[in-house]
């Protein structure tokens, strides 16, 4: 199955304190693909057959995170400060619906040291014809912007862009090892 943005209906907006954020805090932004194998993308209830793409993964979400970065009004360029986030979850599994799920981790470091950790995960739920590529895809694109969408409205991300005091760190979030940086759409480019 290959990658396609689909049935999105409304891009995520940044909530009024991350979009101030946003407007005095430029970034840098990359992804790595975390997931234990890199081609599987779903499967099937029924039979326990999995959905694999020949699509790098990795580059795709950064190049689609980045995508929804830039519209919530986020500066992606040089900067110490780094988003990096890493890819957990990513599927969909098909049984009486299309349930897609994509997990992150996301952590923000400001001269190398990290300032804010937090997981997200998105979910999206679709009906529609059984093993069909589109429902798929739309499933996957829904709970990638359900997951950017909780980002987008955290307020302790918007506190540690400005600087502010760290909040508590992500139980679930390590020191992660450096992302690909990503200054365009075109440029962005997958963890290993």
Not at 86 to 114: C, H, M, Q
Not at 123 to 144: I, K, V
Not at 148 to 157: C, K, M, N
């Amino acid at each position: 199955m290959r990658l396609q943005w689909t049935g999105v209906e409304a891009m995520p907006e940044a909530s009024a304190t991350v979009a101030m954020a946003f407007s005095t805090s430029p970034f840098v932004f990359g992804l790595r693909d975390a997931r234990p194998d890199p081609a599987v993308v779903g499967g099937y209830a029924d039979s326990r057959a999995v959905v694999q793409t020949p699509d790098n993964v990795g580059q795709y979400c950064s190049t689609r995170l980045g995508e929804l970065l830039r519209h919530a009004g986020a500066h992606l360029g040089a900067s110490p400060m780094v988003l990096e986030a890493e890819l957990l979850e990513y599927r969909v599994i098909e049984g009486d619906k299309f349930n897609g799920l994509v997990r992150l981790r996301t952590t923000l470091l400001a001269d190398g040291s990290i300032v804010w950790a937090r997981t997200f995960s998105g979910t999206s739920q679709r009906w529609g014809r059984t093993h069909n590529p589109e429902n798929l895809n739309e499933a996957l694109s829904n709970a990638l912007a359900s997951s950017v969408a909780q980002l987008l409205s955290d307020v302790s991300f918007a506190a540690a862009l400005h600087g502010d005091s760290a909040p508590p760190q992500d139980p679930l979030s390590t020191p992660a090892t450096p992302a690909t940086p990503a200054t365009s759409a075109a440029s962005e480019s997958a963890g290993h």
